[in-house]
């Protein structure tokens, strides 16, 4: 099992930048995917920045702008948010996946004021 635990949400400014981190314990040496994915009030959950076999996967709408990364020392996958806009606010969830299981953080909201 892994635990996943969010911080660094908050409210800032447009065009402002946030990093949140995310703290994994537990059997963090299985785990093969991990990441960050958000939902905003009345729509879906999707996938922001996922690292997987090396590589990051960003959604378009982030390209250039935020950064996902895992230090693997501190067993914390941070994601550096950058440039923010309003279309940003959302609680964001931090990913694991440890074969075909699927972890999930609680969230942190992020607004972003313009």
């Known amino acids: 099992q892994v635990q996943l635990v969010e911080s660094g949400g908050g409210l800032v400014q447009a065009g402002g930048s946030l990093r949140l981190s995310c703290a994994a314990s537990?059997?963090?040496?299985?785990?093969?995917?991990i990441g960050w994915f958000r939902q905003a009030p009345g729509k879906q959950r999707e996938s922001v920045a996922v690292?997987?076999?090396?590589?990051?996967n960003y959604a378009d709408s982030v390209k250039g702008r935020f950064t996902g990364f895992w230090d693997n020392a501190k067993n914390t996958v941070y994601l550096q948010m950058d440039s923010l806009k309003p279309e940003d606010t959302a609680v964001y969830y931090c990913?694991?996946?440890?074969?075909?299981?699927?972890?999930w953080g609680q969230g942190t909201q992020v607004t972003v004021s313009s």
């Open positions: 990913y694991g996946r440890v074969g075909r299981f699927d972890y």
């Open positions: 537990g059997s963090t040496f299985s785990i093969n995917t």
């Open positions: 690292i997987s076999s090396g590589r990051t």
